[in-house]
């Protein structure tokens, strides 16, 4: 993490997502998920517009077609709430989930420029959803672009359905 957004403390130092809404997932969803989390605690920039300090607890959930982004302090004060429609990201999320079921099964029997070609395909869906985030979320909580590929993946995991 750079050392500008430590000292200011504009970074997430825990998240959740709302288990209530999510349904057992394939053990790849649940690596994708972990890795996601992990990657995004190590090194992320996250600060919401207005005077906050963090660090910050966020807990992303799925509520009647929008996305929350519950934001609480490190000892979980409730900062705020930014809500954002699900809508412009359904077309992403549905053309994502069908590129990563094609690379999945790829993986198993394809050839390694076949594999290579539904990959960069997959990355380029990713880099898609996560300019969307950060466009959306524009003016609300600024982040960077590494952090929106992270918070698109969870997007993505509390999407599936079962």
Do not use: W
């Not at 790829?106 to 594999?115: D, E, N, Q, R, W």
């Amino acid at each position: 993490m750079s050392s500008d957004r430590r000292a200011e403390k504009q970074f997430i130092a825990k998240i959740t997502l709302d288990e209530a809404t999510m349904v057992r997932r394939s053990p790849d969803v649940e690596h994708e998920r972990a890795v996601a989390i992990y990657d995004l605690l190590e090194e992320n920039s996250f600060a919401p517009v207005g005077d906050y300090r963090g660090p910050y607890h966020l807990h992303l959930a799925l509520q009647e077609n929008r996305l929350l982004f519950d934001i609480r302090s490190e000892s979980d004060r409730p900062l705020g709430t930014v809500t954002l429609p699900l809508s412009p990201f359904r077309r992403i999320v549905k053309d994502y989930f069908a590129v990563c079921e094609s690379y999945f099964e790829a993986i198993k029997t394809a050839s390694p420029s076949k594999i290579e070609a539904i990959d960069m395909g997959r990355r380029g869906l990713h880099n898609e959803g996560s300019e969307l985030l950060r466009e959306r979320l524009d003016g609300k909580i600024e982040i960077d672009f590494d952090t929106a590929r992270r918070l698109f993946t969870l997007i993505c995991v509390l999407h599936i359905r079962g």
